[in-house]
């Protein structure tokens, strides 16, 4: 079983592979546009955050991309952008 150390070892000797142009290394997560999803359940970022318990300030720095989703918040992000009315009564009644 491998460490924890030679875990983040391995995943550092391909992060730098794929920087160093080796695409089939390492991972790169597509952008998601969080902005647009939001505009397009018409909310603004504070009911936005609001409604899908979600902290205004991460909102606020997925939109100016300060900072990126996480995997958990990308499929939460992609389930709200297809169905937005959905996911709000679900997370509301959780």
């Known amino acids: 079983m491998k460490s924890a150390f030679d875990k983040i070892a391995a995943g550092l000797e391909d992060a730098i592979a794929h920087a160093d142009g080796e695409a089939n290394r390492g991972r790169v997560a597509a952008p998601i546009d969080v902005a647009a999803i939001r505009k397009r359940t018409g909310?603004?970022?504070?009911?936005?955050?609001?409604?899908?318990?979600?902290?205004?300030?991460t909102v606020r720095d997925w939109e100016q991309r300060r900072s990126q989703p996480d995997a958990p918040a990308r499929v939460l992000l992609g389930l709200i952008g297809a169905e937005p009315e959905t996911i709000e009564r679900l997370v509301q009644h959780g």
């Open 43 to 57: 909310k603004t970022q504070q009911q936005f955050a609001r409604a899908y318990h979600l902290p205004v300030g």
